[in-house]
């Protein structure tokens, strides 16, 4: 070999930069690895940025806020007593519901919540809260208002050996032929589905006007709707399922008004 020739690849080496780093499996396994290490790192961060913001807002916000259970009397659990003229039905249940758009035409004066056996009129009883209201309801799908006539007797206390929902069953019972005595026809009369017990009543009013009443229990509470379409205001016949439509609405949400209001 001449000097040419060993200078020659002498300065060919020289040439060719030596290969650093790493490369083909090692290389993607480090690639991999950095990858890996940046997504938990990033995850990292946003997981301590988001449990410190959740930390301070908390820190700033009332339990009820935040979603705890309120006191179990705020809840609709029954209460274990009853102040005295604490429970009026017509004010504080019927005048807030949404669901329905009545306008009350009653001046109130027809709350009672009485000890004495006089008004009470009923054997065993010591204790009644009861009224009867008067409104306008405007049912869904019409212009035209109905009147709404609603009414309620709820025992409260009763002397030892007696029980509440007992002596309820019976004036649920003693009432149910009163509820329908004043209708001119009765087309339909049946046991409906609003409460332990109830029953409606379907027909024509003593003027001839389409009519609604049904007799509902509930615990120790018995209380009575009715429909009536104001002919001087109506649009037609209504339908026994219309009417029933709008006391489904108003049952249920008294339903769980009278659980909670009568003690244990």
Not at 155 to 182: P, T
């Amino acid at each position: 070999m001449t000097v040419s020739e060993t200078t020659t690849r002498e300065e060919t080496k020289r040439e060719k930069p030596a290969k650093r780093g790493l490369h083909g499996w090692k290389a993607a396994l480090a690639v991999f690895g950095c990858g890996t290490l940046a997504a938990f790192g990033v995850f990292g961060v946003i997981v301590g940025l988001l449990s410190t913001l959740v930390s301070t807002v908390s820190e700033g916000i009332s339990p009820s806020a935040r979603g705890e259970n309120p006191p179990a009397e705020g809840i609709g659990s029954s209460r274990s007593d009853l102040a005295e003229g604490q429970m009026d039905v017509c004010s504080d249940n019927l005048d807030p519901l949404t669901t329905i758009n009545v306008s009350r035409l009653d001046s109130g004066e027809g709350y009672i919540d009485t000890t004495d056996p006089e008004e009470i009129g009923v054997d065993g009883v010591l204790r009644l809260v009861k009224d009867d209201c008067r409104w306008d309801i405007v049912p869904a799908g019409r212009s035209t208002p109905w009147n709404f006539l609603f009414s309620y007797e709820a025992i409260i206390d009763v002397e030892a050996g007696e029980s509440r929902d007992d002596l309820a069953s019976d004036r649920f019972e003693a009432l149910k032929s009163e509820v329908g005595s004043d209708f001119e026809n009765v087309e339909s009369e049946m046991s409906s589905p609003f409460g332990e017990s109830s029953y409606s009543f379907y027909g024509q009013g003593g003027g001839g006007e389409s009519s609604y009443a049904a007799l509902v229990q509930v615990r120790s509470a018995v209380y009575s709707i009715r429909f009536e379409d104001d002919p001087s205001r109506s649009m037609g016949d209504v339908s026994q399922n219309e009417f029933a439509g709008e006391a489904r609405k108003i049952t249920n949400f008294l339903r769980n008004g009278f659980e909670y209001w009568i003690p244990e």
